[in-house]
């Protein structure tokens, strides 16, 4: 059991995504996101082993040691010799969005090896940051111009070498610009690994475990019309229909309050509040 208790994660994760993006400690942030469906997760336990592989990591490296050879060592440990690699077997399963468990079976996706090896190169005092490709997550090298791919064993990457994923992972569909290369937040991290997680439940017709990510999704970035929309619909396919109401109702009082969402948005929404009374009026 954690020494966080019988903590109330939903607490804990909404604390720390309203801090300043600066202060938010990524990788307990993951921890508490995963909290929800692993509530007997040891935080510090699992904290303590990204704090061991950065000390065992330190043994291998020269005081000084150049950043881009920083970076080569790091890829070196977490991909080799400890293992961490992309599970291409079962790359839709939930699990691949929780660090305890991409911890316990050495496996992620793109995004949740990206956030592993920016969270030990922290501890080392490399400087790095997430970059969201059209359809993959790398991570860059600070001012170096430098990027490497931890979901595929964390091969180096160069400008030209992303440019040509891209063209391959769109089928030649995306005209290639230097904003792909863009440093991504961590508060948009933390969201993309929110979305995933969405993706798969909604997909698999588990609607109770997505409306439990929507709502956090919500609370990062609250007033955005599509994640009530999402959130009523998840509802109603559960029958729960009344809640399918209050969600889209609860958005139209934040859109007038806010002074967000145009007249389009409003009749949409409304026009979907409309319908879910007609069909719960069916069932009376």
């Known amino acids: ?119 030990v190169g922290r501890r080392l005092g490399l400087k790095c940051s997430g970059v969201g490709l059209p359809g993959h997550f790398i991570v860059g090298i600070d001012d170096t111009g430098e990027y490497l791919d931890p979901f595929h064993a964390g091969v180096s990457l160069s400008v030209t070498d992303c440019s040509d994923l891209v063209d391959s992972m769109s089928g030649g569909r995306l005209a290639w610009t230097d ?22 439940y909604m997909q698999t017709g588990a609607y109770s475990k997505a409306v439990g990510v929507i709502q956090r999704q919500s609370i990062m970035s609250p007033g955005i019309p599509s994640l009530y929309q999402e959130q009523a619909w998840c509802h109603a396919e559960q029958h729960e229909y009344r809640l399918a109401i209050r969600v889209l109702e609860s958005y139209l009082e934040i859109a007038k309050n806010q002074g967000t969402g145009g007249p389009e948005d409003t009749k949409q929404v409304q026009d979907q509040i409309n319908s879910l009374w007609t069909t719960l009026n069916r069932l009376n």
Not at 8 to 28: H, N, Q, S
Not at 32 to 58: C, H, K, M, R
Not at 181 to 198: D, Q, Y
Request: aromatic content about 10%; charged content about 25%.
């Open 179 to 200: 904003d792909f290369l863009a440093p991504v937040s961590k508060h948009n991290i933390l969201f993309r690994m929110l979305n995933n997680l969405k993706s798969v």
């Open 1 to 119: 059991m954690s020494t966080d208790g019988n903590a109330d994660y939903r607490a804990l994760f909404t604390e720390m995504v309203r801090k300043p993006d600066e202060d938010i400690e990524l990788d307990r942030a993951a921890l508490y996101l995963a909290g929800e469906e692993y509530p007997a997760i040891d935080v510090p336990s699992l904290l303590a082993e990204l704090d061991a592989f950065a000390s065992q990591i330190a043994f291998r490296i020269d005081p000084g040691v150049a950043t881009a050879d920083l970076a080569g060592s790091i890829a070196e440990y977490l991909f080799n010799d400890v293992g961490f690699h992309g599970n291409t077997g079962e790359y839709y399963s939930p699990d691949n969005s929780f660090l305890n468990r991409v911890l316990e079976t050495r496996t992620g996706i793109p995004i949740t090896l990206s956030l592993l090896f920016m969270e």
